[in-house]
């Protein structure tokens, strides 16, 4: 009998205090917000659904299979790194059955694009993805808009 397997995904980013603008979160750009620090473009949303995947399969963790002493993961798009998540998932011989991700911070506001977002972390997983997205009224390093972070959990069988 095949019984299915949980992960738990983390991903925490601070945002850039340079100026630099460009924040990518769950696959969508949002030009004119601050972007994030980070080795690839910091996506908290598909990274902790990567993490996630990882962590379900029993393949360790994102930096243990996309370490920023690779350069080929150099300023990568976070949906490019969920793809070849999952592909290294099945390839262990998994399939996704489903990701649920939460974003916590203050900006940007998910609510309106929430729709267009699960569609592009779909399609980048091959499984379906749901989003959620939190404030922390105001505590702690995401409520003093110094970043943002994604939880995300996934089921494998």
């Given at each position: 009998m095949k019984l299915p397997?949980?992960?738990?995904?983390?991903?925490?980013?601070?945002?850039?205090?340079?100026?630099?603008t460009g924040l990518f979160v769950a696959g969508l750009s949002f030009p004119d917000e601050p972007a994030l620090e980070g080795h690839s473009d910091g996506d908290v949303a598909a990274h902790a659904a990567a993490d996630a995947l990882f962590s379900a399969a029993g393949l360790g963790d994102l930096g243990q299979q996309f370490g920023t002493s690779d350069p080929r993961w150099a300023g990568a798009a976070g949906v490019r790194l969920l793809a070849e998540a999952a592909a290294r998932v099945r390839a262990a011989g998994f399939e996704i059955g489903n990701i649920a991700v939460q974003v916590i911070?203050?900006?940007?506001?998910?609510?309106?694009?929430?729709?267009?977002?699960?569609?592009?972390?779909s399609d980048a997983a091959g499984a379906s993805v749901t989003l959620s997205a939190t404030t922390t009224d105001g505590l702690g390093f995401a409520g003093r808009d110094e970043g943002l972070a994604a939880i995300a959990t996934a089921l494998v069988v």
């Open positions: 397997r949980t992960g738990i995904g983390v991903d925490i980013h601070a945002f850039a205090t340079d100026g630099r911070g203050n900006r940007p506001r998910l609510g309106p694009v929430r729709g267009e977002a699960e569609r592009v972390l």
